[in-house]
């Protein structure tokens, strides 16, 4: 089993920045990819960025250029440091967290962008 935690959310201004933090616990030695998805209201969860053990990354490309995931050297956490932050960024963001058996998710945290 899995757990994960997430912190970091918040309200920003429009063009500030925000950075996101995800642990995991109980089994992180099953843990190979972990990542961020979000989900604003009426909308799918959609990807956000996702990093595996090894350092490949992955990102959407509306957010290409201007977020950053990152993995802890003990790779069972992950950040993802968001700038120039709009109001589309604002969701539920979700920490993500892949094994064999199974993937598993945060509780999620919200993100608000005002203008």
């Known amino acids: 089993q899995v757990q994960l935690v997430e912190s970091g959310g918040g309200l920003v201004q429009a063009g500030g920045s925000l950075r996101l933090s995800c642990a995991a616990s109980?089994?992180?030695?099953?843990?190979?990819?972990m990542g961020w998805y979000r989900q604003a209201p009426g909308q799918q969860r959609e990807l956000v960025a996702t990093?595996?053990?090894?350092?490949?990354?992955n990102y959407a490309d509306s957010v290409k250029g201007r977020f950053t995931i990152s993995r802890g050297n003990a790779k069972n956490t992950v950040y993802l440091q968001m700038n120039s932050l709009n109001s589309e960024d604002t969701a539920v963001y979700y920490c993500?967290?892949?094994?064999?058996?199974?993937?598993?998710w945060g509780q999620g945290t919200q993100v608000t962008v005002s203008s």
């Open positions: 990093i595996t053990r090894g350092g490949n990354t």
């Open positions: 993500y967290a892949g094994t064999y058996v199974r993937n598993y």
């Open positions: 109980g089994s992180t030695f099953s843990i190979n990819p």
